[in-house]
Each structure stands twice: as C-alpha cells, then as structure tokens.
C-alpha cells in the first residue's frame, strides 16, 4: 500500500464549478500537508500548506485535513480554465523526514 | 527573485551510461532536494542536501548520487543508466528550517534509450 493515495482523475469540469480535490495516507506521523499545481511540462508550484487539523484558506483555494479519517482535501472555488493543471498533494511528518511523501496527481481540466 | 534553475532541460543517454543533472537553488536557500517524477509513479525522493553535506536518502540504489557545493547548488549523478531510469528529475530547495516550503524547478527531463 502507497502512503499516501490520490485519484488520478481525470476530472472535467465547467468554469465556474467547485473542485474537490482529495488525498487520503496511512501514515499517522504526517504532520504537514501541501498542495502542489503542476502545469504540463513544468514543475510543481507549492500552492498552500498546512499544519495538523483544521482549514486554511488563500483566495479561491481552500485546504482541509481531517486526521482522524487520514484525508485531506483542497477545494478550489469559481474555477477557471487557468486552473487546468494536475494536482499534487505531499506531506511529512513533524520530525524525522524532511522530504515530502506526493501522490500520484489529479489532473484537471476546466472547461470554459 | 529568481527560482531554481535546472540543467539541461533535456537528457538523452543510453543505457550503461552516466548522466549529470544540475541544480541551482532559489538564492538564500541551503537545502536542495532531488525527486524522480515517473510516469505514473509521482514524485519520488532521492536525495536532500543541506550545508554541503548529504542528509538523507530515498529508496534508490547507490548508483543514484550528488553532492552540493559551497554555493549551495547541487549536481545528481545516476550510472550505468536503465532503462527505467527515463524520468523526469525535479529539484527542489527551502530555507534552512523551512522545508515545507520546497520550492521546484522545471526538472531535466531524461530519456534513457
């Protein structure tokens, strides 16, 4: 089993609509988790991260961890065909580690 | 502020071979990580470089090896290529205590034939 496990879509949808997008792990010493947005053939753009449980949000993004079920998302509101990407979600642990630990990927695409 | 830069954007070898990837970090950044993003897999660690020295390493054979400069950038070295070798190689770089903020470059994209 992946540590950490993504859908890797691919999920259409029209501009304007909410995304979700989620990433759910095995491994209890997580601590941080990030988003990362990859456009083709570049590389990953650290989109917002957090710390343990709760929200955050940065404009039209919203990240969300539930440790207790092991599961974050990041929503991302009146989507826009600039936000056609794929998707990464990361994370590590608070000690140890300082690599981070991605998933696969969910690639979107938004349709004007 | 300029980002991390990657050298060369493209790579073709063939197998047997040894291959040299170049990485300069965001300037004030002492950290450079290295990831193999292959097809399907996601990115996964290489190696982590801090201050010069080698910190930790992924689940890769010891034909995957680097070292990092007083400069802070960095070089990744993979001999006797195979085939499933052919990737994509980000480099990643933080501040000294940031390491959730790694920050990537474009990769080099190496093809192994």
């Known amino acids: 089993q992946k540590e950490v496990e993504q859908d890797p879509g691919p999920l259409s949808v029209p501009e304007g609509a909410i995304v979700s997008l989620n990433c759910t792990y095995s491994?209890?010493?997580?601590?941080?988790f990030m988003w990362y947005r990859q456009y083709s053939r570049k590389g990953p753009e650290l989109l917002m991260y957090?710390?343990?449980?709760g929200n955050k949000e940065d404009g039209r993004f919203t990240a969300q961890v539930d440790k207790s079920s092991k599961y974050i998302s990041l929503f991302i509101r009146d989507s826009q065909p600039s936000d056609s990407a794929t998707y990464l979600c990361?994370?590590?642990?608070?000690?140890?580690?300082?690599?981070?630990?991605f998933g696969t990927g969910t690639r979107l695409t938004v349709i004007p | 502020e300029a980002g991390v830069t990657q050298s060369p954007t493209h790579l073709i070898k063939t197998r047997g071979q040894q291959a040299t990837l170049r990485c300069s970090p965001i300037?004030?950044?002492?950290?450079v990580y290295w990831y193999q993003q292959a097809l399907g897999l996601g990115l996964q660690f290489l190696l982590w470089?801090?201050?010069?020295?080698?910190?930790n390493r992924g689940n890769f054979p010891p034909r995957f090896s680097g070292r990092q400069f007083p400069n802070y950038s960095s070089e990744l070295n993979v001999n006797a290529l195979e085939l499933e070798d052919s990737a994509l190689y980000l480099c990643?770089?933080?501040?000294?205590?940031?390491?959730?903020?790694?920050?990537f470059g474009p990769g080099t994209r190496l093809t192994v034939l």
């Open positions: 470089y801090d201050e010069g020295e080698e910190r």
């Open positions: 990643a770089s933080s501040k000294r205590g940031q390491d959730n903020e790694q920050f």
């Open positions: 300037s004030g950044h002492t950290s």
């Open positions: 957090t710390y343990s449980s």
């Open positions: 491994n209890s010493a997580f601590q941080y």
């Open positions: 990361a994370m590590r642990p608070l000690t140890g580690a300082n690599n981070l630990f």
